[in-house]
C-alpha cells in the first residue's frame, strides 16, 4: 500500500504506538480472564482461590499427610509455619506455590478430596484399608495409628479413589478440595462472607487498574496517531505544493488548476484521516487478534474452531463488498475533481454567465457533476451499510455456537461457566478486529486513490530543469543583452512549431515591440525568456548566455516579467509591490510606482501603501491592476522588462506618459513589449511582426510601414490616414507587394 511509504520518516512514533497499543490490547484482554476467575472463584468457590488454605489446624493437616507420600508431606510441612497456641499453622510459601495450578496445590488437592468424603463417611473398600463396612476418616486415623493400615495403603487407596472418578475425575478433585478449604476455615471460625468480600474487592480493584491502564494508553495512542497523521499531512501539503510551484504552465495544463487544488487539500486530508486510523485501529487489529488467540489457545476450551468459522464468514463479506466499492473508490475522486472544475469555472466566469443570461444553463452543469458525485457516493455507502449488519450476524451466530457447544462441555464437567464466558469474550475481540478492519476499509481504499493521485504529482517532473551546472554570465558581459538565435517552439503535446526562426537582438536601453495577429505566438514567444517554456530549437541568450544554463532562480531575478492577466495577491499594496522580496526597498516601491503611474490612485485609496487588495486584485479596476503588476516587476530593477499586452487596460495618455517614463529611467534594462496597439510600440527601437508563429516584418515603424503588408495592415485598422504620413497609392504598392 502507497499509505505504508508515508510512515518511513516516523519510524519512533509508529514504535511508540505498537508499545501503547500491545498495553492496551493486554490490559482489555485481561478482562475477561478476571471476569471468569469472579465466576469461577467469586461466586462458585466463594473466593477461595487454591486448594492450599493460608491458614490450617495441625490436626487437619496431620490427616492430609495421611494419604500423602514421605516426600510430598514433607514439602507441605515445610510450606507451613508451627502450630501456634490455638493449634492454627499459617502458609509461609510464595503465592506463585499456592496458586491453582502449584505443585503444592497438586499436592493437597487429592488429600483434601479423600478426607471430605471420609468425614461424610465412604464404602471401606474404596481406601484400601482392608476395613469393612462403612469408615470415617476418624476411623482411618485410629486404624493407622494401630498399625492396622499402613501410609502406601492410604495413598494407593487415595489414587484408587481419585481414578475411579474418571474423565471428570480433576473437576471433582478440584472442586471438592475448595469445599474442603471451605469446610477448614469455617471450622477456625473464619467468616466465608469475609472471604469472599475480600477477593471480589481484591479483583475489582485490579479490574479498575486495568481499565485505568487501558484507558490512559488509548489516550496517549490517539495523541501520537492525531500528531503523526498532521505531521504527515503538513509535510505531504508542503512537498506536493512545492512540486506544484516548480511545474511550468505544460504541467499544471496537463492536471488542470481544480485537480492540482484538490490533490493538494482534499486528497491530503483523506490521507491524513487514513494514517490516523491506521495507527489508532489498523495495527491495533492485528496485536489485538494475536494476543486474543494466544488467551483462546490457552484457555483449552475445545472450541476453537468457531473462531475459524467466524473469521472465514468476516473475509468473505469484506472480499464481497471491497470488489464491489473499489471501482467506485477510484471514480469519486474523479468526480471531486470535476465539480470542483465546474465550480471555478461558474465564479471565475459569474459576470458573463449574468450578463448572458445562462444561469440555469450553468447549474445545470453543476447539477449533473454534482449528481454523478452523488450517486457514485450513495452505491459506496449503501454498499458498506451492508457490513455492520453483516458483522453483528456473524457475531451473534459465533455466540450461539460457542453458548452451544460450551453447555455440554459445562454439563461433562470439562468446561467452567466462567471460562466459557471468557472464551466468548476472546472471541468477540477477535471478530471485533476484523471488524476493525472493515470499518476502515471504507476509508482506506478512497484514500489509497487520493496517495495515487498525490504521487503523481511528486513524481511528475517539470519540463524546466535546473542546469546540471549552473553558469552565471561573465563579469564583463554586456548587461541586459537579450538575443535570440533561430528559436523554435513546439508545445509538449503539440505535433507542429507554433514559433519558427525567430531571431533578434535587444541592448539595454532599448525597446523591442512585438505585434501580430491574435494567436500568433506573440505571448508564447516572450514567455520563453524566464523559462515558463524551453525552446525545442535555437538558443535563448541573456548577458551573452544561454538561459537554459543560468540557475532558474538567478534568471528569474533578472527579468521582470508582466503577463497579460495582471495578478494581484491578497495583503496590500506594499506587500503586492515588494513581492521580489527584501531586496526591493521603500525608495525602489515608490520610485517604481511613479513610473508606472500609479501613485495618484494609490495615495487617494485609503491607507495608500498600506490598503488593501483583495484576492486576485478584485477591488481594483483592471488599468489600475496592470500598473500595480508593471510597478511589481519594476521595483525589482531587472535587466530585461516583458510586457505581455499588459498596455491593453490603460487609455493612451496613461500609455503615452508610462511609455516616456520607461524610455527615461529604464536606460539599463532591455525592453520587450507585446502589443496590440500600434501606439504602444510604434516609437520603440525595433519591432518584429509575427505571423502564425513566423516572423515577417522585422524593423522601425517608418520601415515596416514601407515593407511589412501584414504590419501595415495592422497600423491601417488603428491610425488614421494623416498619422500613417503614407498616400494612398503608397499603401496600394505595399499591400500589392505582400500579395505578390
Known sequence: MRILKLFRNHI??????????????????????????????GIQQGGIESPMPTTIREQSLADLELFMSDEDAAAVEAAYSAADADGIRTYTGS???????????????????????????????????????????????????????????????????????????????????????????????????????????????????????????????????????????????????????????????????????????????????AATLFIRMVMMAPIMGVIAVMRVVATSTGLEWTIGVAVIAVCAVVGVLMGLTMPKFKKMQEFVDRVNLVAREMLDGLMPIRAFGQQEHELERFDKASTDLMQTQLFT???????????????????????????????????????????????????????????????????????????????????????????LPAADAPRGRLEFSDVAFRYPDGEENVIEHVSFTVEAGQMLGIIGSTGCGKSTLVQLIPRLYDVTQGTVSLDGLDVRKMPLSELRRRVGYIPQQGMLFSGTVESNLKFAGDSVSDEDMREAARVAQAVDFIEEREGGYEGAISQGGGNVSGGQRQRLCIARALAKKPEVVVFDDSFSALDYKTDARLRE???????????????????????????IVL????????????????????????????????ELGMAQEEINAVLAGGER
Request: with cysteine; aromatic share 4%.
Open 12 to 41: 519512533p512514533a509508529l514504535i511508540v504506538a505498537v508499545a501503547l497499543t500491545i498495553i492496551s490490547c493486554n490490559a482489555d484482554l485481561t478482562l475477561p480472564t478476571y471476569m471468569s476467575e469472579i465466576v469461577d472463584v
Open 95 to 273: 503465592e506463585a506455590d499456592r496458586a491453582e495450578d502449584g505443585v503444592l496445590a497438586d499436592t493437597m488437592s487429592l488429600p483434601e478430596t479423600v478426607a471430605l468424603s471420609l468425614e461424610q463417611g465412604v464404602d471401606a473398600s474404596s481406601t484400601g484399608s482392608g476395613l469393612t463396612g462403612t469408615v470415617t476418616l476418624e476411623q482411618i486415623r485410629q486404624a493407622y495409628d494401630l498399625g492396622i493400615i499402613s501410609k502406601d495403603q492410604l495413598v494407593e487407596g487415595a489414587e484408587s479413589m481419585a481414578e475411579a472418578m474418571g474423565e471428570m475425575g480433576g473437576s471433582i478433585v478440584e472442586q471438592r478440595a475448595i469445599s474442603y478449604v471451605s469446610a477448614e476455615y469455617e471450622a477456625q471460625g473464619i467468616d466465608l462472607a469475609d472471604v469472599q468480600n475480600s477477593y471480589l474487592t481484591s479483583m475489582s480493584l485490579k479490574m479498575f487498574g486495568l481499565c485505568a491502564v487501558s484507558l490512559v494508553s488509548t489516550v496517549l495512542l490517539g495523541a501520537v496517531a492525531s500528531h503523526t497523521a498532521s505531521t504527515i499531512a503538513r509535510d505531504l501539503r508542503r512537498e506536493t505544493f512545492a512540486k506544484v510551484m516548480s511545474f511550468s504552465p505544460a504541467e499544471v495544463g496537463k492536471f488542470s488548476q481544480a485537480s492540482l487544488i484538490t490533490r493538494c487539500t482534499n486528497d491530503v486530508q483523506q490521507i491524513q484521516m
Open 381 to 471: 455507502n449503501r454498499a458498506m451499510n451492508f457490513m455492520m449488519p453483516l458483522m453483528m450476524l456473524i457475531m451473534n451466530c459465533v455466540t450461539v455456537l460457542i453458548v452451544w457447544f460450551g453447555a455440554a462441555g459445562v454439563d461433562a464437567g470439562t468446561v467452567q461457566v466462567g471460562n466459557m464466558m471468557a472464551f466468548i469474550s476472546y472471541t468477540m475481540q477477535i471478530v471485533m478486529a476484523f471488524m476493525i478492519l472493515t470499518m476502515v476499509s471504507v476509508i482506506l481504499p478512497r484514500a489509497e486513490v487520493a496517495c495515487e493521485r498525490v504521487e503523481q504529482v511528486l513524481t511528475t517532473e517539470s519540463s524546466i530543469k535546473e542546469p546540471e551546472v549552473p553558469e
Open 661 to 687: 517614463e520607461l524610455a527615461r529611467t529604464q536606460t539599463d534594462a532591455a525592453l520587450v513589449v507585446v502589443a496590440q496597439r500600434i501606439a504602444t510600440i510604434m516609437h520603440a527601437d525595433q519591432i
Open 691 to 722: 505571423d502564425e508563429g513566423q516572423v515577417v516584418g522585422h524593423g522601425t515603424h517608418e520601415e515596416l510601414l514601407r515593407s511589412c503588408p501584414a504590419y501595415l495592415e495592422i497600423a491601417q485598422s488603428q491610425l488614421s490616414a494623416a
